[in-house]
């Protein structure tokens, strides 16, 4: 349903646009259009899985480089894992945050095809959770927060990863991650897939945008294996348990952070503005803990992890 109110809303935003070109403004005809758009928008109210994970993949959605300009200042971005090569699917380096320094890391898809192509679609090889493992390990030694934002179809499965140790990488990041002696906010702002989402999302507090998905894997790749038919993608969704409601209900995550109607792209400041609470909020409640009490709190977080959710799995 979503997906073909999105094309309507993209039809009348077009209209709109050649409307205001013209030199003399029809008012009538914007009053109409801009009415047409707004009942469409109010149309996205009370939605399912599937609309959902078509908001959370909408190539509109922000991305981690616009949450960090909007929220984080003095951003210096750090590259490599010195051991292979640069990833740019993953994304980190330190800023300030309401004057105090964090470290922060996060999935990047791009912006256009050309920064898709760059960034490998928000897939990292192992050298990106390499370098995500470094900057935890530098926020620990010099005692910052850390922040993530979770966005990625999963871990690049090809074979270069997979010969360079992509299971490797994944499984001592949950390990390390799990011992951090610094608060650790973990942001699901798009899809989370798979080991590949997990990687940087061992956390004291997870934390999903309202629209956004987090999963095993993707729909697609569920219904391959349960039907061997791609196409019960939308039923797959039904059964995965994989919307911020859900997760919420069987203890993955800790709070939902609201989105305006028909999701984030709508209207990105107010969500910058709502994350920015949220992510204050938690940070403030760790600042509390010592090093010893960070990392019971975060072990204690995985293993009250409603049983019946395993099941579902």
Not at 19 to 33: G, T
Not at 48 to 53: E, F, S
Not at 97 to 124: A, Q, S
């Amino acid at each position: 349903m979503v997906k073909e109110i999105d094309a309507k809303i993209n039809e009348i935003d077009n209209q709109i646009e050649e409307l205001k070109k013209a030199e003399v403004l029809d008012e009538a005809q914007l009053y109409v259009l801009k009415r047409q758009r707004h009942d469409l928008v109010k149309m996205c109210k009370n939605i399912g899985p599937h609309d959902k994970v078509f908001l959370a993949r909408h190539k509109k959605r922000p991305k981690i480089t616009e949450y960090i300009d909007n929220i984080f200042d003095d951003f210096f971005e750090q590259q490599g894992d010195l051991l292979g090569k640069e990833d740019g699917s993953i994304f980190g380096g330190i800023a300030t945050y309401h004057g105090v320094p964090v470290t922060i890391i996060g999935h990047r898809k791009g912006n256009d095809l050309n920064e898709n192509l760059k960034c490998n679609f928000g897939m990292p090889g192992p050298e990106g959770y390499r370098k995500a493992l470094r900057l935890m390990k530098q926020a620990e030694k010099f005692g910052r927060p850390i922040v993530t934002f979770i966005d990625t179809p999963g871990a690049y499965p090809g074979l270069e990863a997979e010969t360079n140790g992509q299971g490797s990488a994944i499984a001592t990041n949950l390990a390390k991650m799990s011992a951090l002696k610094v608060p650790v906010v973990a942001i699901v702002t798009g899809e989370g897939s798979r080991g590949g989402a997990l990687a940087i999302g061992v956390a004291n507090s997870v934390l999903m945008l309202e629209n956004a998905v987090y999963s095993i894997l993707s729909p697609e790749g569920y219904a391959t294996i349960l039907w061997k038919d791609s196409s019960r993608s939308d039923e797959a969704c039904e059964m995965m348990k994989l919307t911020a409601q859900d997760l919420k209900s069987f203890k993955v995550i800790d709070d939902i952070i609201p989105e305006p109607i028909g999701g984030a792209h709508m209207n990105p400041k107010a969500v910058y503005k709502t994350v920015d609470r949220y992510l204050k909020r938690e940070l403030e409640k760790y600042a509390k803990m010592n090093e010893e009490e960070l990392s019971k709190h975060r072990y204690k977080k995985f293993r009250n992890i409603d049983a019946d959710y395993l099941k579902v799995l």
